[in-house]
């Protein structure tokens, strides 16, 4: 909730574009998802055109909610601007924007300081972390989640309200020219400068143009906090800027803070050393160099607002070496867990139950365990909103963990259960008695939730194959950018959706605009429909036709030969209901689908059937990834337009015809037709090795070491002795084998894993449920997490390796493997 904001005053420059109809025009909340409104009273929609559609569409559900303000497209057209008449309507030829002033205009209202956060790497984190110290003595307002662009900063500065005292934003550019708009909203007093890294280099003359464009949120900042032994970074910085502005920390002797770093037990110990030699120590349980660069940020800053050095050590004493990104995994007895045991804030809380909602699990309950909030102010109001997000999304059963429901436990259904403590809970976990239900657990730190996730967890052997779905969106997006505008996606989720998992994948794109999907065979669609998917799917290989079941299911089969056709033409005789199918033409892939021979008879055979819709017709390219093949496959799209031409004209059915797959998107964007067919592109391969460096790998296979051994020069490692000591060392043994899908042609340095930064290859033969690994040097511990594929090594190096593709190893993993999904 956003400080009050005078809505006809806002307006009233605009005065030929905006029309009064209400009184209701003193704003407290603004939306820009009309399935979000609670009460529309005081109320602003805001309708931002998506890719698909146009946000003119939802606001009569925004009307029909109480809303009475409005900010629409020019383009809104008529009928809908008669339907809102009792409203104040503003209409722009940018929504978007106006929404950014809306953001400045409560950013103007806010005394208190802001401080604004950019850099490549580390944002989110150091954000957290520093609005989670600068809670122990202030009410902060920070960023939800990694919400850091053009729309995400708007969001983020509308929540600012009256009672907070300090704000911490977050602001990300993948592009020149972004940073403006966003350092306008932010106007931070304090900036942080995390680093500069590789990322978006492509969009960027040089590192320098990336750090210049970033420095535009830093305009006017009293104080920037930058790492001195960065070297191009510092000299650009002491260039461009007032040495009384810049704050700088090292690690050795050279900054305005030295903050030295010293392991201890499980962690570390920082030093600071001050100008005044005066020196504090402060204690965390981080190894790795990229959180110890962000804590030391984060006391940079702390003690840069005046923070004493013991008070900071409190809050810190809070962080964990987690990683804080919200995980869904598989939990005792067929139960899902959602695992957002981080933080807890009104924001994040509808961000953890949307991605709940797209979880559907048929059988079971929805489960919400949620500690008490942070935030701050009325209390009563935060309870009620609260209890709305309950009802709103339909959640069975509510835990409240705290002393803070006291007093407020009428607002909730009368099922709900209230636990004083964390304490209380955990004994008595086991009255939940769950069964295939789905289980957020959200709660501030302090009430250690993960040692509720701990019991609910299924017994995992710890190798994990880990998929981001913030990766998936951007490899989609970045494939539908390739296609004009209106061309559908069908996305082929066949084989366990290429070993990452049906039902999560499917639930995931059904969220972010897949307009169909595919499986192989009919079992794997009626597993996606027992799963909550309702976008059409189509099964490329149905074998003898289940006509009920198909039609039950509302799967759509592919028919390839005049046989088949034949047959269902007389099976559908019978039934009620129209089957939709899609033609498969085999235009030189010869695999499955029918010859330009059999055209007519098709012809025939579709111009009696009844009941039987052709809602598509396709081929498949067998070249598309390779330039040698490039004449043949500009044939095979050459026949393909001819034949399925002709069956359009002869029938006069409306097919939705696709040929490409993820290789022919990028080769062949013209002969997108109307939908294409995305395969492994999802997951981050670029098989072409064209645009690999536009993609993100959206999967990590890890495990963990079982036991580290000193070993001789000369001894032997593993079955029929293959792995040697070349020299006296350390090997590791994995918690993973060729059961699990870790190919047996990796044995004998065939493949290299990442560990504690380093790479270590393989020694010896790999096993059924293990393999040894040479980390000589590398100083690694039982517990250590080995990294098998992810971003490094990749998983098109290791294929290549052992002469086969990425299809085959990813669709290789075991089903022993639990699959965690992420979403950052
Ligand atoms: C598997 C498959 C695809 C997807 O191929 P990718 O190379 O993974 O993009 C597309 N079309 C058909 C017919 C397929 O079998």
């Known amino acids: 909730m956003m400080q009050a904001i005078n809505f006809l005053q806002f307006a009233s420059k605009f005065a030929k574009n905006f029309t009064t109809g209400s009184d209701d025009y003193i704003l407290l909340d603004v939306v820009i998802d009309s399935r979000k409104i609670q009460s529309g009273s005081k109320t602003l929609f805001v309708a931002l055109n998506g890719s698909r559609y146009s946000g003119w569409e939802f606001a009569e559900d925004a009307y029909s909610k109480g809303v009475r303000n409005f900010i629409l497209p020019e383009d809104c057209p008529d009928p809908i601007l008669k339907s809102l008449e009792q409203a104040n309507i503003l209409l722009s030829p940018s929504p978007l924007r106006e929404l950014q002033e809306l953001a400045q205009l409560n950013r103007d209202n806010f005394a208190g300081p802001v401080i604004g956060i950019t850099g490549s790497n580390g944002k989110t984190i150091v954000k957290e972390w520093l609005a989670q110290v600068l809670s122990s003595k202030y009410d902060v307002w920070k960023s939800p989640k990694s919400y850091n662009s053009q729309i995400g900063v708007a969001l983020s500065s509308l929540g600012i309200s009256q009672q907070h005292q300090v704000a911490v934003l977050e602001a990300g550019i993948s592009a020149p020219n972004e940073m403006n708009a966003l350092a306008q909203i932010i106007q931070p007093q304090l900036g942080i400068f995390t680093n500069i890294g590789s990322a978006h280099d492509e969009y960027f003359l040089d590192s320098t143009a990336k750090i210049r464009e970033k420095c535009l949120l830093f305009k006017n900042v009293k104080y920037l906090i930058y790492r001195k032994d960065q070297s191009l970074l510092s000299q650009y910085l002491e260039k461009n800027f007032d040495p009384s502005v810049l704050v700088s920390w090292s690690d050795e002797p050279g900054g305005d803070y030295v903050l030295s770093i010293k392991p201890h037990n499980n962690g570390s110990k920082i030093f600071l050393i001050g100008n005044d030699f005066q020196t504090h120590t402060?204690?965390?349980?981080?190894?790795?160099?990229?959180?110890?660069?962000?804590?030391?940020?984060?006391?940079?800053?702390?003690?840069?607002?005046?923070?004493?050095?013991?008070?900071?050590?409190?809050?810190?004493?809070?962080?964990?070496?987690?990683?804080?990104?919200?995980?869904?995994?598989?939990?005792?007895?067929?139960?899902?867990?959602?695992?957002?045991?981080?933080?807890?804030?009104?924001?994040?809380l509808e961000i953890a139950l949307e991605f709940m909602s797209q979880q559907i699990t048929t059988t079971g309950r929805k489960i919400l365990i949620l500690s008490e909030m942070q935030q701050v102010g009325n209390e009563k109001a935060v309870f009620q909103k609260i209890a709305w997000l309950l009802e709103h999304y339909e959640i069975d059963l509510f835990i409240g963990v705290g002393k803070g429901y006291l007093g407020f436990q009428s607002l909730f259904t009368p099922e709900s259960i209230f636990y004083d403590s964390t304490e209380v809970l955990l004994k008595s976990l086991d009255i939940l008695s769950l069964s295939n239900d789905l289980i957020l657990i959200k709660g501030a730190r302090a009430f250690q939730f993960e040692n509720i996730v701990q019991k609910l967890e299924a017994l995992a052997h710890e190798t994990i194959l880990e998929i981001n779905l913030n990766a998936l969106r951007h490899n989609f997006i970045h494939y539908r950018q390739k296609l004009k505008p209106g061309t559908k996606m069908m996305v082929m989720v066949k084989a366990f959706a290429y070993g990452g998992g049906a039902a999560e994948i499917g639930n995931y794109l059904q969220e972010i605009g897949a307009d169909y999907l595919s499986v192989a065979y009919t079992d794997e669609g009626v597993f996606l429909r027992n799963n909550g998917i309702t976008l059409p799917i189509m099964v490329m290989n149905p074998g003898s036709y289940h006509l009920d079941l198909l039609l039950d299911k509302a799967l759509e089969p592919v028919v390839y030969n005049l046989d088949q056709l034949k047959s269902l033409a007389d099976g559908l005789k019978d039934i009620t209901g129209m089957l939709s199918v899609h033609l498969e033409l085999d235009t030189g892939m010869r695999r499955l689908g029918m010859s330009e021979n059999d055209l007519d008879e098709a012809?025939?055979?579709?111009?009696?059937?009844e009941n039987l819709k052709i809602s598509g017709i396709f081929t498949h390219l067998a070249g598309a990834d390779e330039a040698v093949h490039e004449s043949f496959s500009l044939q095979q799209l050459a026949s393909f337009e001819r034949s399925s031409s002709k069956i359009i004209q002869e029938t006069g059915c409306q097919p939705i015809r696709h040929c490409l797959n993820s290789a022919g998107i990028i080769r062949y964007p013209k002969y997108s037709f109307d939908m294409v067919r995305l395969g492994i592109g999802l997951y981050g391969i670029e098989v072409n090795q064209l645009e690999q460096d536009k993609l993100q790998p959206a999967m990590t296979l890890k495990t963990v070491v079982s036991q580290v051994k000193k070993?001789?020069?000369?001894?032997?490692?593993?079955?029929?002795?293959?792995?040697?000591?070349?020299?006296?060392?350390?090997?590791?043994?994995?918690?993973?084998?060729?059961?699990?899908?870790?190919?047996?042609?990796?044995s004998n340095g065939k493949a290299k894993v990442l560990i504690k930064g380093q790479m270590a290859p393989i020694i010896g033969n790999v096993c059924m449920d293990m393999c040894m690994v040479d980390v000589t040097g590398l100083q690694v511990t039982e517990g250590d997490v080995a990294i098998l594929f992810g971003n490094k090594p990749s998983i098109i190096e290791l294929a290549a390796n052992i002469g086969t593709i990425p299809y085959e190893l990813l669709t290789g993993i075991g089903p022993r493997v639990k699959r965690q999904y992420i979403l950052d």
Do not use: C, W
Not at 603 to 609: F, P, S, Y
Not at 726 to 731: L, P, S, Y
């Open 282 to 348: 402060f204690i965390t349980p981080f190894k790795d160099q990229a959180s110890l660069e962000n804590v030391r940020h984060v006391i940079t800053a702390a003690l840069s607002l005046g923070m004493k050095p013991d008070v900071i050590q409190q809050g810190l004493g809070l962080l964990l070496a987690v990683d804080m990104r919200l995980t869904l995994k598989s939990g005792i007895n067929g139960s899902k867990l959602i695992d957002d045991s981080y933080n807890n804030d009104l924001a994040g």
């Open 603 to 609: 012809i025939k055979i579709l111009q009696q059937a």
């Open 711 to 746: 070993l001789k020069k000369g001894e032997t490692i593993g079955y029929g002795r293959k792995g040697e000591m070349a020299n006296e060392g350390e090997v590791a043994t994995l918690a993973i084998g060729y059961a699990d899908g870790y190919d047996r042609r990796f």
